[in-house]
């Protein structure tokens, strides 16, 4: 079974903080994404990295920045949280056989981030 | 138009009853779909696959349907436990190409 784990299901921070979003999954997987879920508006691309040390912006990467130094590990990182971060984040995992595919993802159980 | 559409509901159906949710996508380039369940602030989990041919996983059937650019899921016999959001999923090709669904609620009633 893939297993993709989060750092923290829940979180509340203050505005101007730095925020350390951290996921680990133990399949291998070369292909690594984070979004985050609002409702109204389901999910959105914030960074993804398809390798060790890449990463490619999203549709709403403004905010945010990753790391990938290890395979298993891809951190999100709100640089100074704002009120309007406060949302679900979702990190993602998948295969891929070329680059540039991915196929069917797999989710951790995400972390609810408040920002006061 | 969005890229990928589902009506949000809520569907609220009784036990027992057919259900059939569609997703229109709006890229006719788009190569693979999946159907996602994501049950109330937990993460979203595969569902099945959607394939050219169509497929079926018990009671849950997909289908696609290139020439109208959709897709669709049918729940046959509906359980209290198939209550749950339902995402469609479009691949376009590429790592920015994959469009989640706002997704649709299912509620079944006893």
């Known amino acids: 079974d893939v297993k993709v784990t989060q750092s923290s299901r829940y979180l509340v921070k203050r505005t101007g903080e730095k925020v350390f979003l951290e996921c680990v999954q133990d399949m291998d997987h070369e292909n690594m994404f984070w979004y985050r879920q609002d409702p109204g508006l389901g999910l959105r691309l914030i960074y993804f990295s398809y390798d060790v040390k890449m990463k490619e912006k999203g549709d709403i990467p403004e905010g945010y920045s990753v790391s990938r130094e290890k395979k298993e590990r891809f951190s999100l990182i709100l640089e100074s949280a704002s009120t309007n971060q406060t949302s679900m984040y979702l990190c993602?995992?998948?295969?891929?056989?070329?680059?540039?595919?991915?196929?069917?993802?797999?989710f951790g159980p995400g972390t609810r981030l408040t920002v006061t | 138009r969005k890229e990928v559409e589902q009506d949000p509901g809520p569907f609220n159906v009784p036990e027992g009853a057919t259900v059939a949710f569609n997703c229109t996508y709006s890229?006719?380039?788009?190569?693979?779909f999946f159907w996602y369940r994501q049950d109330c602030r937990k993460e979203p989990k595969l569902l099945m696959s959607?394939?050219?041919s169509g497929n079926e996983d018990g009671r849950f059937t997909a289908q696609l349907n290139r020439a109208s650019q959709y897709i669709s899921l049918l729940i046959r016999d509906s359980k209290l436990s198939d209550s749950a959001t339902y995402l469609c999923?479009?691949?376009?090709?590429?790592?920015?190409?994959?469009?989640f669904g706002i997704g649709t609620k299912l509620q079944v009633i006893p």
């Open positions: 993602a995992s998948s295969f891929s056989l070329f680059p540039g595919e991915t196929y069917e993802q797999y």
């Open positions: 890229n006719s380039a788009s190569q693979s």
């Open positions: 959607v394939y050219s």
């Open positions: 999923v479009v691949n376009a090709g590429g790592y920015q190409k994959v469009t």
